[in-house]
């Protein structure tokens, strides 16, 4: 059916959008035969790996800035944050991730046991942040057919619900005289609906834009992966800076464990930042190679009914500040990261120096008590023989016995310990 539908292009179709949300042999082989996709394009959509093992054979190769604008397909790889009231929950989703056809991690950093106990939140709810792709691949317009682009997005499991409900993709400003019929609850869109509407709301002048410069068929994508991008940084700002509140509070590191737990929330967050990074550095680069063509490429078309419109910046250019801001905030949530390991390493060493002094201290107060016990013990054997004596309290000389006793006694234990343990003292 679908097949079928892609063969009959109606004539008065200008562009054509195809959106898919999950992959299968069969939707491959119904969209890759028809419109002659390269296969690559869905390989790169599948998988979802930051490094590769040695022996793997499904490694898929990095493409070449340089051949960008001869490219017909982008992908770019994003965060999604999502919230799970409990455990129970969380496995739900995993189980129902496990049966999609790409593969997605509702935990890719790691970071959802560790952050839980910092939430002002009940006790069972997390927080995952899952790595997520969107791809997409157009075909120029010709004398036989229009614009054809496919989306390739993620499918979005059911358990659990977006964090802060959900991004705002409404277009425009939201006026009471914008209202619709019937909106649909908060957070119950999934990402293929996100797309679905961003997609359906083109204007007349943006399908001609499309038209005219092909490769602007990504922007209401790269648009609605930008805003998840914001959502997460906000979440992350929001985490390490009660981190560093945490850290700051007097009677923080009372507790050993504190700094172990500080450590623990922030590592996973600083191992993959500089993945994060290089995601948003590549989309930036990619963007801002292409933006040249197609900005030269509609200019030309467009300036006689749209010369009022063509005057403000229009493109993929357009996104290129909005990449920027989260490379920038990206590097600001990593600074203070290395910044609170670096504190939290600080007041670790600052901890075991006076965990040092403390013990140092103790092994004084027991050397002490230890040459006391030596310097007695003698005296305490001549007190114990003499008290043998039936006559000892009565006899004249109990008291020089005593110290003519204890006293060699003393020096011989003494001089023993001192050559049974040289240098060491007593």
Known sequence: MLRDTISVVPSECKLRIIIAEDLSRDVIEALGVPLNLDPRFFRQHIDDYLFYESEVPWVTHPNLFSEAKKQSCMNFAFLRARYYASDAEFQAAQRQSGTFNVLRRLDSDRSRSGM????????????????????????????????????????????????WKEIDIAQGELRPSNFVGQAQPVGEKSLCDHFTQAYGSLTLYEVRHISASTQMIAQPALNIMIKEWLLVIQYMTAQVGRMEWEFQRPSFAENSGDLALLASR????????????????????????IATKENHTGANLLVDSFSTNMAEPNGLQTVIPDLQCILRRLDEISELIERLSVMASSAGSLEEARRSREALQQNRSLGLLSFLATIFLPLNFATSFLSMSPNFSASQNTFWLFFAIGIPLTVIVVSLIRFLRPGRGL
Request: glycine fraction near 2%; include cysteine.
């Open 266 to 289: 922030a590592f996973p967050w600083r191992r993959t930042m500089k993945f994060y990074k290089n995601w948003v550095r590549d989309i930036l680069d990619h963007i801002s190679i």
């Open 116 to 163: 839980r106990s910092f939430h002002s939140l009940s006790e069972p709810a997390s927080i995952g942040l899952a790595r997520s792709k969107v791809t997409t691949w157009f075909e120029k317009a010709n004398d036989m057919k229009p614009v054809i682009a496919v989306i390739l997005c993620d499918p979005t499991v059911t358990p659990g619900k977006p964090l």
